[in-house]
């Protein structure tokens, strides 16, 4: 498998969840988004970086799978909570 099969939106169904990092109970800090593909599992994306420069520095000298639209990929889970525990310990 590539990432580019792996990742063809064909995979989706279309259906996302938003995780968020709340800074006050109103105020998102950050924001995710969980993508449910067609197994019904969730892959988790980030996209929320403040500029190039933030990006560049988290991720410079990483190895990482970036997609323009979704970005970056912390990994797949199976239900909503997992994916809320990998996106907090992720950030």
Known sequence: MN???Y?????YTGN???VDNW??????LI???AW????SSMDLFFNDF?????FQALFSD???YYNEFMGVFPGNVKTNQEVYEMFRNWV
Do not use: I, W
């Not at 800074?23 to 998102?28: A, L, N, R, S």
């Not at 403040?50 to 933030?54: G, M």
């Open 16 to 18: 996302h969840l938003h």
């Open 7 to 11: 990742f063809n939106d064909e995979n």
């Open 62 to 64: 990483k190895e990482y």
């Open 50 to 54: 403040a500029d190039d420069k933030e």
């Open 3 to 5: 990432n580019q099969d």
């Open 23 to 28: 800074k006050y109970e109103f105020t998102p």
């Open 36 to 39: 449910v593909r067609k197994d």
């Open 31 to 33: 924001e995710a988004f």
